[in-house]
């Protein structure tokens, strides 16, 4: 590593234009170690090699029980949602992995498309006079209905998802204090839920994880609470953005939304290079050393937390071509849903949601076209996740 002073990785610059940022973090060095908002040392990994090498690495672990250091204010995280794949390592990670996937299996995604194309249409129907936003719209509401009706949770049981996951993705350390307050709202909101369930379980995959707690002993119940609070934070949030960011790429490029329009060029590639260019969330899990480690040349000690940057990797100039340039057309080799055996469960299912969903918007609404300037959009100020607040548009 060079000497050389780094861009701060929690400034106000690095949420407005992150990709400029973690361009010069590249240059400086591949690993930088830092110092979080909650006082944590990290080392941030930045380019793309290394970065697809530690995410599939077994010497770090997803285990926060390897942590050597925690912040200030410590977790927000109540202890019964804590017992997630996001926490976990094999074998633990395999059992609950694949209880779960049977509900993410091509086949099941497949039969959810009718009622996703519904939900999509009710919205688009619901749509006023210009100006609209996108967000409130379409990409907010949307993946709320489909994973809510995954996991079987009533319409008027519902609350504010974008809410509670915005407060829990803050990234200023007087957050910590609204943090705490939106897990317990969420853990009080699931135990309701799960008791309903118990007393009247239907054909979803909360009641199916019931029975597998209940009948088959298949998993604990902090593990029932805990990932059905994964399915609805990481499904519902990483969805809504990935829509809103493959929305703002083909209204900044014009070409590519005439194609979408015209059917010369398929959504789910437009999706792919989203995925890319301007990924959902810019850091993967935190991971721990589980003995001293070097990655990029640089000497991680055990117990070191390790943060991969999947938004730097996706723009590393020495393995994409142009990587500043959105081309739908290009090899998807990103890793915006992770790599390796940690690998996003629900990534079909948030393609479907998004190629439905941007689809019928094109075809309905053709003309679309940005009512803001540019540099009026405003980012959800977080530098964990990459999504906007509003997608104001006219036609």
């Not at 995959?205 to 298949?218: F, G, N, P, V, Y």
């Not at 290009?330 to 190629?355: E, K, N, S």
């Not at 969903?357 to 540019?374: E, N, Y």
Request: proline letters at 8%.
């Amino acid at each position: 590593m060079t000497h050389a002073t780094p861009p701060s990785l929690f400034s106000d610059v690095l949420i407005t234009d992150p990709h400029q940022a973690y361009d010069q973090l590249r240059k400086i060095g591949p690993v930088h170690q830092t110092t979080t908002p909650d006082g944590v040392s990290v080392w941030l990994v930045t380019r793309y090699q290394d970065v697809r090498k530690a995410l599939a690495d077994p010497r770090l672990s997803l285990d926060k029980g390897n942590a050597h250091s925690t912040g200030l204010h410590q977790s927000s995280m109540p202890p019964e949602l804590d017992a997630h794949l996001l926490n976990m390592d094999p074998p633990d990670l395999t059992r609950l992995r694949r209880l779960v996937s049977k509900a993410f299996t091509p086949r099941r995604i497949e039969e959810l498309k009718p009622r996703i194309q519904a939900q999509t249409d009710e919205l688009l129907d619901a749509f006023t006079d210009p100006p609209v936003d996108l967000m409130r719209a379409l990409a907010n509401p949307l993946p709320m209905a489909v994973i809510c009706e995954l996991l079987g949770v009533p319409l008027d049981a519902r609350r504010d998802f974008r809410a509670w996951t915005n407060t829990l993705l803050a990234p200023a350390p007087d957050a910590a204090r609204e943090s705490r307050r939106a897990m317990r709202e969420m853990h009080q909101f699931l135990v309701e839920i799960i008791a309903a369930k118990r007393t009247h379980p239907t054909d979803d995959l909360l009641s199916a994880m019931i029975e597998a707690r209940d009948t088959h002993d298949s998993l604990t119940e902090p593990e029932l609470l805990a990932m059905a609070f994964l399915i609805l934070f990481a499904g519902y949030d990483n969805t809504v953005n990935l829509i809103g960011n493959g929305l703002l790429a083909l209204l900044l490029h014009p070409q590519h939304a005439h194609a979408v329009r015209d059917r010369n060029t398929l959504v789910r590639d437009v999706l792919e290079e989203t995925l890319r260019w301007n990924a959902p969330f810019m850091l993967g899990v935190r991971r721990f050393a589980l003995k001293d480690i070097t990655i990029g040349g640089v000497r991680i000690p055990v117990g070191g937390r390790v943060w991969v940057s999947l938004i730097s990797a996706n723009r590393d100039g020495t393995h994409f071509a142009s990587p500043a340039s959105f081309d739908p057309h290009r090899a998807p080799a990103h890793l915006g849903f992770g790599h390796g055996i940690h690998y996003c469960l629900g990534a079909p299912l948030a393609r479907l949601q998004g190629d439905v969903a941007i689809t019928s918007l094109f075809h309905r609404f053709g003309r679309l076209k940005l009512a803001v300037p540019v540099t009026e959009l405003k980012w959800v100020p977080s530098f964990h996740k990459r999504g906007l607040q509003e997608l104001t548009v006219a036609w």
